[in-house]
């Protein structure tokens, strides 16, 4: 049977299958995570509920230990929160608050999840024959556990002075003690053991879609960990650690929207190239239409504080000419004939760039059809910085269009449409963890252009 024609249920099996001969080989159970916990990626995969995979020992990392590349096949980097049991749940009926009374203690933790399937492409039932992506994990100091302390935690990562990322468990659909909960449900109700001293990794808070740095973050864990808290500011006396939590106070008067998102969604038809080219959010550009007729265009669009996706459709030749957005990184690729940009022909295989409110002007043949999608210029230089070789930060400064493979272009069209689809139809429930989410898969998009050559 080919992978993508795998089942839910085929994929479980051969999860329990995978775990069944790792503890023949010598492995103990450690624990449990929690995959797709998000409502954007269980509608990828038309699922009402997560998913879980299985964690043993070989998995396992120690703080400070260094962590081979060679080991792993396509690696990403997780912030995780690990929560302990701290005694053995039979099979029965248990209500929240019997499952959180069992855990112990809670602690920081990194996942590397890691994939065979090429691309991190796969169907739902071969997702889980991988074991859900389980790969490594480091679990970092332990603290007893509080439920109503710990029921909001906010963290943050940094790298040699540079934010990789940040949030807080309050703005998250998928808290990680719900999810916890529906994961013991669910275990028991399959028959899985749920013991005391094994843990249990709800949901990631943060991922990066690339891990090329994995001895220097693996090693700056015994001294840089996360402080679980509660939102009180005498907490802060410690000194600041690598990633870390904050007060949730300061970030709600920081930020005045908790729980809500100035996301713009929205589908558009026009007869005017004009009403077009000044519809796309950000950009100053006039669209000079040369063909002869009344045009028909389409525009779909979705635009967050700190990304940008927009695909475009346009029946007549135009000329595009203006400035991309400022403070932003765009992307543009062409899924019908290729466009003439800033004087040169680029081909279909090609991602045009421009770089904060960089003035460009590009010729669309009759029937162009546009992907493109923008990040946070400075976000992403911070993550390039890290991520990328010295000729890659080059070509990132300084190349109009980089020439990419086939392959690529198609693993990143599919990664993004489903979740730009779902929510352009869903953007009134769309929540700010949500949001963040898919910013993380395009700035992902973003490195994987950079360092994959063709």
């Known amino acids: 049977m080919p992978p993508e024609a795998l089942g839910k249920q085929q994929g479980y099996a051969l999860l329990r299958q995978g775990l ?15 995959a797709f916990a998000g409502r954007a990626a269980q509608a990828r995969f038309g699922l009402d509920e997560p998913v879980y995979g299985g964690l043993t020992s070989a998995m396992a990392v120690a703080p400070g230990s260094a962590v081979s590349l060679a080991r792993l096949i396509q690696p990403k980097l997780e912030v995780e929160l690990a929560l302990v049991f701290g005694r053995t749940l039979v099979p029965g009926d248990y209500g929240d608050e019997e499952i959180l009374a069992a855990i112990a203690e809670v602690a920081p933790a990194f996942e590397i999840a890691d994939c065979r399937w090429q691309g991190w492409t796969f169907g739902l039932g071969a997702f889980l024959a991988d074991n859900a992506a389980a790969g490594l994990y480091c679990v970092g100091p332990r603290v007893p556990f509080d439920a109503a302390r710990h029921a909001c935690v906010a963290y943050r990562l940094e790298h040699a002075g540079a934010m990789l990322g940040s949030g807080d468990t309050q703005a ?21 053991p749920v013991a005391a001293g094994r843990l249990c990794c709800p949901a990631r808070y943060w991922h990066r879609c690339r891990y090329t740095r994995a001895l220097i973050v693996c090693r700056c864990l015994a001294r840089n960990w996360l402080w679980i808290s509660t939102p009180a500011p005498r907490l802060r006396k410690r000194p600041l650690p690598l990633w870390m939590t904050e007060p949730l106070q300061a970030r709600k008067q920081a930020s005045g929207r908790r729980g809500m998102t100035n996301m713009l969604a929205e589908v558009r038809t026009f007869n005017d190239s004009q009403q077009h080219a000044g519809s796309i959010q950000g950009w100053q550009q006039v669209y000079d239409q040369l063909g002869r007729g009344c045009l028909t265009s389409e525009l779909r669009q979705l635009s967050g504080d700190r990304f940008q996706i927009f695909q475009e459709v346009l029946d007549k030749r135009v000329v595009q ?19 003439v940009v800033q004087g040169q022909q680029v081909s279909a295989e090609s991602v045009v760039l421009l770089r904060d409110g960089e003035e460009f002007v590009l010729h669309a043949p009759q029937g162009t059809h546009f992907f493109a999608f923008n990040v946070d210029a400075l976000r992403f230089a911070r993550l390039a910085a890290v991520e990328l070789s010295g000729e890659q930060l080059k070509r990132l400064t300084s190349v109009s269009a980089l020439s990419v493979d086939e392959a690529l272009l198609l693993r990143i069209r599919q990664r993004i449409h489903p979740l730009f689809r779902h929510f352009l139809e869903h953007a009134d429930t769309i929540s700010p963890a949500a949001e963040k989410m898919l910013e993380d898969e395009l700035l992902g998009a973003f490195l994987d252009l950079f360092t994959t050559r063709r």
């Open 20 to 34: 069944v001969q790792r503890l023949a080989g010598g492995e103990h159970l450690s624990g449990w995570k929690v």
């Open 172 to 192: 998250r659909e998928d808290s990680p003690l719900f999810n916890l909960c529906w994961l013991v449900r669910r275990l028991l109700a399959d028959g899985h």
């Open 321 to 339: 000419h203006g400035r991309s957005p400022k403070g932003r990184l765009c992307a543009a690729m062409s899924l019908g004939s290729p466009p």
